[in-house]
C-alpha cells in the first residue's frame, strides 16, 4: 500500500456502528448454525449409527440406510411420496397459471375475485384436511348427496376418494392450498411484464396457444419456478395430509419416519433418522437437478 | 396496398371519453402523422385500427370492408409500440424472424427473409443480441424490422423516435421514410413533436381532447391552420385579435392589415390574424413606398445558432420574428417588418 492510499483507522461512531450490525446477525446466525445447522448434523449422526444416549454407539455404519433402503415398501413409499408431491404441485401449476392469466384482464367483479382466490392462504392445512374429510370420504356430503339424488343407493358404496394411494384427498388438499400461492407468484410476474409483448405477438399473427408458450411463458418461467419450489420441497416433507388422508401402510416417507419415531422400540430412531436424511437426500437431488436445467435454460434465454 | 377509413369512431373507457368521435381517411401508401398533446388518444386511435381496442361506436373500414369482426392476427398490420415491447428472452434474429415463424413458413425462407430485413436494418452485426444488451436506437431498429418482415399492409407507429437523442432521430426519421416509400406501405405515425410530423408525413392530423382539429398537408397544417389551437400547437406566436373592415383588410392593435381573404369570412366578423414569425421581412431601413410595413423597436434578442429570434416592440405590441444568423441586428435598433399579404393568415374565433 502507498502512503497515498493510507486509509484512516476507524472513527470511535464507525467501530460503534460495525458492532450494532454484527449484534443484529448474532439472532439469525444462532437460529441457522445452532437450531438448524446443529439439528441436520445431529440427524445425519444418528442416521449413521451415533446415539449413546439410547445406548446404541455403532457410529460410523450405514446398516440404518442399507435395512431401510433394502425393504421394497421403502421405494413404494418413495414413489408415493414422490407421485403425490408431483402430481400435486403440477396440476396446482396449471390451475394457478390459468387463474392469473384470467386475472390479468379485466372484468367486473375483479376486485372481489382477487379477495376470494386468496382464501385458502389464509386457512391452516388442518382445516383444509377436516375439510376435505367432510366433504370427500365416505358418509361425507358428496356421497350423501350422490345417495340422495340417486347416482348410487347407499352413501357406503360412493367412490373411494379418501384412504386410497391414488391419494386423491391428498391431492386436492394439496392443490386447495397452493393453487392461490402459485396464482399469487405468477400474477405479480405477469403485472411485471405487461400486456405489451402478448399484444406485440398477436399482431404479429400469433394465435393464442403460440403466445402462450412462446412469449408469455418464458416470461414468467422465473415466478413459476420459483413457486413450485417451495411447493414441492413442502409437499415432499408435509406429514398431516397423508397421514389423515393417506391409503394407510406402505405410508409416505414423511409418515414412516414418524411411525419409527414413536415405535416402542426406540432404536428404530435411527431407522427413522435414516428416513428423514433419505427424505432430505431425495427432495434436495431432485431440486437441485429443477434450478440446474432452468439455470441452462435461463442462460439460454440470455440471462445470466 | 390498404386504404384506411376510420368513421365517427368513438372511444370510452367505462365512462372516460378517450375519443370523442373521428373521421380519418388514409389513402393506400399515404404516410400520416397523428400529432397532438399527451393524452389526446392517438395511441388509443393506433390500438383501435390494429384490432387491440373495439371502438364502442363508429367503423373501422380498411379497404371499405368493416373490420370489425376481424381479430387482430388477421388485419395484416404492424406496429411499433411506444416502448418496442420487444421479446426479451429471444434473440435479435428470433425477434425479428417471429412474425414470419408463427405464419409457419419453410426455414430456408425465413432465413433468407431474415437476411435481407437485417441488412435492411443494418443489425447483421447484432443477430444473436438480447433486447437488453442492445442501444435505444438499435431496439427501434429491431422492432421496426420484426415488423416489416411480415409485409403489412398497414403500418403503424407509436412515437417511435420519442426515446433516441437528437442526431439519431433524425436518421431514424430518414430512414423510416426511405422505408415507407421504398415499400410503399401505408402509414400511421404517432407523435407529438411537430417537427417530427412536418417532416415525415404527407398529411397530418391534429387531435385535440379526442377529437380531429385538422387534418391536411404539412404546409397548409403550419402556414393555414384552422383554429387558434392549432396555431399555438404549431408554435405561432403572432397572433393578433382584429375586425374585418373589408374582405382583404383587418383591423388589429397592430394597425390595419391587408390579408389573404378567407371564404365565408363576412365584413364585420372579428377574426384573429396570424404572422409567421419567418415570413417578416426585417429592414433597418424604411422599406420603399407601396410595401405594408410597420415600425419598431427591437426589445430582446434569442440566439439559437443558425437562427436568432428577436422580439421587435411596435406600438403596445410585441412581434416575433425569427430570421436566419447571418447577421445581428442588437437590442433597441430601430427596424421595419414588411408584411406581405399573403403571409397574414385569418383564423376564426
Ligand atoms: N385502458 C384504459 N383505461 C382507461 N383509460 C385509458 C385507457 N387507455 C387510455 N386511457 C385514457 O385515454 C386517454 C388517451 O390515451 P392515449 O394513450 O391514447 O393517449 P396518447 O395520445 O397516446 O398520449 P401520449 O402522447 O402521452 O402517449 C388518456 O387520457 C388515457 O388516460
Ligand atoms: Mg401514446
Redesign the pocket.
Known amino acids: 500500500m502507498t502512503p497515498a492510499t493510507k486509509t484512516h483507522p476507524l472513527t470511535r461512531r464507525e467501530r460503534r456502528a460495525r458492532i450494532l450490525l454484527f449484534a443484529q446477525f448474532v439472532p439469525i446466525f444462532a437460529v441457522l448454525v445452532i437450531l438448524f445447522g446443529g439439528a441436520l448434523v445431529m440427524a445425519v449422526l444418528q442416521s449413521l449409527g451415533f446415539a449413546p444416549w439410547f445406548g446404541v454407539n455403532t457410529f460410523p455404519t450405514l446398516d440404518y440406510f442399507a435395512a431401510l433402503w433394502g425393504s421394497a415398501t421403502f421405494w413404494t413409499s418413495l414413489g408415493l411420496t414422490l407421485y403425490y408431491a408431483t402430481v400435486s404441485t403440477f396440476l396446482a401449476l396449471v390451475l394457478g397459471t390459468l387463474l392469473a392469466l384470467a386475472l390479468v384482464k379485466t372484468f367486473r367483479g375483479k376486485t372481489f375475485y382477487k379477495y376470494l382466490y386468496k382464501l385458502p392462504l389464509m386457512i391452516p392445512y388442518t382445516v383444509g384436511i377436516a375439510l376435505a374429510v367432510i366433504m370427500l370420504g365416505n358418509g361425507g356430503m358428496l356421497s350423501r348427496l350422490a345417495a340422495f339424488f340417486g347416482v348410487i343407493d347407499d352413501p357406503g358404496q360412493f367412490l373411494q376418494i379418501l384412504k386410497t394411494h391414488y391419494g386423491w384427498g391428498i391431492i386436492a388438499v394439496y392443490i386447495w392450498k397452493q393453487t392461490p400461492f402459485i396464482t399469487l407468484a405468477v400474477y405479480a410476474v405477469l403485472l411485471g411484464i405487461g400486456r405489451e409483448t402478448e399484444e406485440a405477438a398477436a399482431i404479429l399473427g400469433a394465435g393464442r396457444r403460440t403466445i402462450f408458450f412462446r412469449v408469455t411463458l418464458p416470461q414468467i418461467l422465473p415466478g413459476i419456478v420459483s413457486s413450485t419450489l417451495i411447493c414441492f420441497a413442502f409437499n415432499i416433507g408435509a406429514f398431516e395430509a397423508p397421514f389423515i388422508l393417506g391409503g394407510g401402510f406402505p405410508d409416505t416417507l414423511p409418515v414412516v419416519a414418524w411411525r419409527y419415531f414413536n415405535d416402542s422400540d426406540y432404536t428404530l430412531q435411527l431407522r427413522g433418522m435414516a428416513t428423514v436424511v433419505s427424505i432430505g437426500i431425495v427432495s434436495g437431488v431432485i431440486l437441485f437437478a429443477y434450478l440446474a436445467v432452468y439455470r441452462t435454460f435461463e442462460r439460454r434465454m440470455g440471462r445470466n | 396496398m390498404t386504404q384506411v377509413e376510420l368513421s365517427a369512431v368513438r372511444k370510452q373507457f367505462g365512462g372516460y371519453v378517450a375519443i370523442d368521435e373521428i373521421d380519418l381517411d388514409v389513402a393506400s401508401g399515404e404516410l400520416v402523422a397523428l400529432l397532438g398533446p399527451s393524452g389526446c388518444g392517438?395511441?388509443t386511435t393506433l390500438r383501435m385500427i390494429a384490432g387491440l381496442e373495439r371502438p364502442t361506436a363508429g367503423e373501422i373500414r380498411f379497404d371499405g370492408k368493416d373490420v370489425s369482426e376481424v381479430p387482430v392476427q388477421d388485419r395484416n398490420v404492424g406496429m411499433v409500440f411506444?416502448r418496442y415491447a420487444l421479446f426479451p428472452h429471444m434473440t435479435v434474429e428470433r425477434n425479428v424472424a417471429f412474425g414470419l415463424s408463427v405464419r409457419g413458413l419453410p426455414k430456408a425462407e425465413i432465413e433468407a427473409r431474415l437476411d435481407e430485413m437485417l441488412e435492411v436494418v443494418q443489425l447483421q452485426a447484432f443477430r444473436t443480441r438480447f433486447p437488453a444488451q442492445l442501444s435505444g436506437g438499435q431496439m427501434q431498429r429491431v422492432a421496426i424490422a420484426r415488423t416489416l418482415i411480415t409485409k403489412p399492409s398497414v403500418l403503424m407507429m407509436?412515437?417511435p423516435l420519442a426515446n433516441l437523442d437528437t442526431a439519431l432521430r433524425g436518421e431514424m426519421r430518414r430512414f423510416i421514410r426511405a422505408l415507407q416509400q421504398r415499400f410503399g406501405i401505408t402509414t400511421i405515425f404517432?407523435t407529438h413533436d411537430q417537427v417530427e410530423a412536418m417532416e415525415l408525413a404527407d398529411r397530418v392530423a391534429v387531435i385535440f381532447n379526442g377529437r380531429l382539429a385538422q387534418y391536411d398537408t404539412p404546409e397548409r397544417i403550419y402556414r393555414r391552420p384552422a383554429s387558434l389551437e392549432v396555431a399555438h400547437f404549431m408554435g405561432a406566436a403572432n397572433i393578433f385579435p382584429g375586425r374585418l373592415v373589408a374582405r382583404d383588410r383587418i383591423e388589429t392593435d397592430l394597425g390595419l392589415l391587408e390579408c389573404t381573404p378567407l371564404a365565408g369570412m363576412d365584413v364585420g366578423a372579428t377574426v384573429h390574424a396570424m404572422l409567421r414569425g419567418e415570413a417578416l421581412e426585417m429592414t433597418t431601413e424604411p422599406p420603399p413606398a407601396g410595401r405594408q410595413a410597420i415600425r419598431g423597436k427591437i426589445a430582446s434578442r434569442d440566439f439559437f445558432g443558425a437562427s436568432v429570434t428577436y422580439g421587435v416592440r411596435c406600438g403596445s405590441q410585441q412581434v416575433t420574428v425569427t430570421e436566419n444568423a447571418r447577421r445581428m441586428v442588437d437590442v433597441g435598433a430601430e427596424v421595419w417588418l414588411d408584411i406581405a399579404p399573403e403571409h397574414v393568415w385569418l383564423i376564426r374565433t
Open positions: 392517438k395511441t411506444q407509436d412515437e404517432v
